[in-house]
């Protein structure tokens, strides 16, 4: 009797496969989902992950709960009857046990609280307090108004800073792993996880407008590029709509407009058409725009 692959076992169980090159992508069938892909499953070794219940285990795990099984042993003897063989595979261990750094909470002490740039900006005294930024005199940050990037935990993972001289030719710079960074989750998620509406804006200062005209189911990508924290994310709370707002640079060099195709390229991978929309700002970003644009912008949405 040939040995079976992972891929056989899961179609023999009503499982309808996408191929995501290391990965497979399917709803779960052990509990209900119209989300066809939010189970990731390896093609080598079967370990799967559940973006929306935050679970994950071996390929005898995932065979149990599918068959409802009240033994895991009668899955690993099902598997065995089916002529089987779990494959082991370093590296499908090692990103499971990657750790986000984490910063000493005392360093935020170090910030001036001057909070004169974005008064200046038109954003409230009562919203930067939100977020516990400030300036910066010295180090790798000098000269930078610092906004500190904390996960949905509150463990400060991350710096943001804005050059507040105009001098540098970096406007924004970033410290620590900002493939993991989904801000600001520590204030929004309850809204977002509410609405299950997300606007993903280029930079802070995009999502402090936003914020300063009550919108706030947001995320800040950091760029004109999708990290992996953000699509995990997105895809564990099973968002309804995903609306693409980053700069509209047509005057400039496009990077904003090319960079919200590329990201809406890459969310048709995992979500329907019908739940993403580009919707850049109708000035070159939020910033330029006042109160009662940004208010019409969305509702047009």
């Known amino acids: 009797m040939d040995q079976v692959n992972v891929y056989q076992v899961l179609t023999d169980l009503g499982y309808k496969l996408k191929d995501f090159g290391k990965e497979y992508r399917t709803r779960p069938l052990y509990r209900d989902s119209d989300n066809d892909t939010v189970l990731k499953i390896y093609k080598d070794t079967g370990h799967w992950f559940d973006f929306k219940e935050n679970i994950s285990g071996d390929f005898?795990?995932?065979?149990g709960m599918t068959l409802k099984l009240d033994n895991p042993e009668k899955a690993k003897e099902w598997l065995k009857n089916k002529n089987f063989v779990i494959h082991k595979s370093s590296d499908i261990e090692k990103?499971?046990?990657?750790?986000?750094k984490k910063f000493d909470i005392e360093i935020l002490s170090k910030l001036e609280n001057n909070q004169?740039?974005?008064?200046n900006r038109g954003v409230s005294q009562n919203i930067l307090e939100e977020f516990k930024g400030g300036l910066t005199k010295t180090g790798?940050?000098?000269?930078?108004?610092?906004?500190?990037?904390?996960?949905?935990?509150k463990d400060l993972v991350g710096f943001s800073g804005r050059d507040v001289t105009n001098l540098s030719k970096i406007k924004w710079k970033h410290l620590g792993e900002k493939n993991d960074f989904v801000y600001p989750l520590f204030l929004n998620g309850e809204a977002i996880e509410t609405q299950r509406e997300v606007i993903l804006v280029e930079s802070i200062g995009d999502m402090l407008s936003l914020y300063q005209?009550?919108?706030k189911n947001i995320l800040v990508t950091f760029g004109v590029n999708l990290s992996l924290g953000i699509l995990n994310y997105l895809l564990k709370i099973d968002v309804k709509m995903i609306y693409i707002s980053l700069n509209n640079d047509s005057n400039k060099n496009n990077a904003g407009n090319i960079g919200a195709e590329k990201i809406y390229s890459k969310l048709t991978r995992y979500f329907d058409k019908k739940q993403l929309q580009i919707a850049l700002p109708t000035k070159k970003d939020f910033g330029e725009m006042n109160k009662e644009e940004i208010l019409q912008w969305k509702n047009n949405l």
């Open 116 to 119: 004169n740039y974005w008064l």
């Open 60 to 63: 005898s795990l995932l065979v």
């Open 213 to 215: 005209s009550g919108v």
């Open 95 to 100: 990103p499971l046990l990657k750790a986000t």
């Open 140 to 153: 790798k940050m000098k000269n930078r108004y610092v906004f500190p990037i904390f996960n949905y935990k």
